[in-house]
């Protein structure tokens, strides 16, 4: 099974409102990066958090971890119709021997002018 | 500055063709990433190299799959024979850091190659 999972998996708002996803996780983790992805399109990176690191900001995005409860979450402030895309979650864990960044499935996110 | 490049952007085969994708990774990158996305799976990760080097191909499917990367500045990724249900999205991604063995940073993936098998 998957190591990171995002809620809700799709989200419908209005242009200026808040967006927030949440990404759920099971095992340990170096750090967790969140991705951006518009359709037909790679994946672009947003931020990255360390596991000691319990908030981070980078212009209208706020994201948090919360390392005891496993999930992270990420806000995307006075949202704009060009916000429109998938996001996802993705962690750094030691698996098989090797640190490796998994993805969450995502949240397909809507921005309706 | 480029960014990755991978090729073909689009690709259409039939099953039992080999299939070869291609990327160029950021010069001065370490590290290359080679992921599968389908609507049923996700995002799955296939091989990474350090320095040219595969470190971790335990995400590769099945030996019908194979990735070389022969220099810095190239790798391939090739299906033989090819399934429909090998019909996805590939990835390729480069990071300056080396995989594996110290904490995963930033990826920068390129913009795909999108394969169907009939």
């Known amino acids: 099974s998957q190591q990171g999972e995002e809620d809700p998996q799709a989200l419908s708002i209005q242009e200026g409102e808040n967006a927030t996803m949440n990404c759920s996780y099971k095992?340990?983790?170096?750090?967790l990066q969140w991705y951006r992805q518009n359709s037909g399109r790679g994946l672009v990176h947003l931020i990255l958090?360390?596991?000691?690191?319990r908030e981070k900001h980078s212009g209208r995005l706020r994201v948090t971890l919360d390392t005891s409860k496993k999930s992270s979450s990420l806000l995307i402030t006075a949202s704009r119709a060009a916000d429109t895309a998938s996001y996802f979650c993705?962690?750094?864990?030691?698996?098989?021997?090797?640190?490796?960044?998994?993805f969450g499935a995502g949240t397909r996110l809507a921005v309706h002018p | 500055d480029a960014g990755v490049i991978q090729s073909p952007r689009h690709e259409v085969t039939e099953m039992g063709q080999e299939v070869t994708l291609r990327c160029k990774p950021i010069s001065g990158h370490n590290s290359l990433f080679w992921y599968r996305q389908t609507m049923m799976r996700g995002l799955e990760l296939l091989i990474y190299f350090n320095n040219n080097v595969p470190i971790d191909d335990s995400g590769m499917p099945e030996d019908r799959f194979s990735a070389k990367m022969p220099n810095a500045s190239f790798s391939t990724l090739k299906i033989q024979p090819s399934e429909p249900r090998d019909s996805a999205v590939y990835f390729c991604?480069?990071?300056?850091?080396?995989?594996?063995?110290?904490?995963?940073?930033?990826?920068?993936f390129g913009e795909g190659s999108r394969l169907t098998v009939l």
């Open positions: 993705a962690t750094d864990v030691l698996s098989g021997g090797y640190n490796k960044l998994i």
């Open positions: 991604a480069s990071s300056p850091g080396l995989a594996g063995v110290m904490n995963t940073g930033e990826l920068f």
């Open positions: 958090i360390r596991s000691n690191e």
């Open positions: 095992t340990s983790i170096n750090n």
